[in-house]
Nanobody, 126 residues
C-alpha cells in the first residue's frame, strides 16, 4: 500500500516562502508520477505541478509557473514544492499524490492520481 505524507505547511505573511515535503513510502512504477495539488476551502481541487521521478521531467500549471518549483530527493523518496512570493490567494490545503505514468507523461489532472496524502494546510496572511 502506497503512503504519502505531506509536511511543511503553516502560516506565513504575504511575500514569504514555504517548502512543502511529500515523503513517498515506495519507489515503484505505481508512484513514478508525483504531483502537488491544492484545494482552497469550499472550492475545487487545483493542479500545481508534477514530476516524473524517473526522468526528473517537470510539468507546471500556469498558475504555479514562476513562483512554485517542484523537485525531488531520490535517495529520500521525497518530493518538494518550493513556494515563493506567497499571496493570500495561495491559502489552501495542499496535497501530494502519486500515480503510474500514463500516456507517456505525468498528467496535471488530479483525477488521474490514485494515491493521496492527508494534506498540509498553508495559510498566507495579508
Amino acid at each position: 500500500q502506497v503512503q504519502l505524507v505531506e509536511s511543511g505547511g503553516g502560516s506565513v505573511q504575504a511575500g514569504g516562502s514555504l517548502r512543502l515535503s511529500c515523503a513517498v513510502s515506495s519507489n515503484t512504477s505505481s508512484t513514478r508520477c508525483v504531483g502537488w495539488f491544492r484545494q482552497p476551502s469550499g472550492n475545487a481541487r487545483l493542479s500545481l505541478a508534477t514530476i516524473d521521478t524517473t526522468l526528473g521531467r517537470k510539468n507546471y500549471a500556469a498558475s504555479a509557473e514562476g513562483r512554485f518549483t517542484i523537485s525531488q530527493d531520490t535517495a529520500k523518496n521525497t518530493v518538494y514544492l518550493e513556494m515563493n512570493n506567497l499571496k493570500p490567494e495561495d491559502t489552501a490545503m495542499y496535497y501530494c499524490a502519486a500515480n503510474a505514468l500514463t500516456w507517456g507523461y505525468c498528467s496535471l489532472g488530479y483525477y488521474e492520481y490514485a494515491n493521496w496524502g492527508q494534506g498540509t494546510q498553508v495559510t498566507v496572511a495579508s
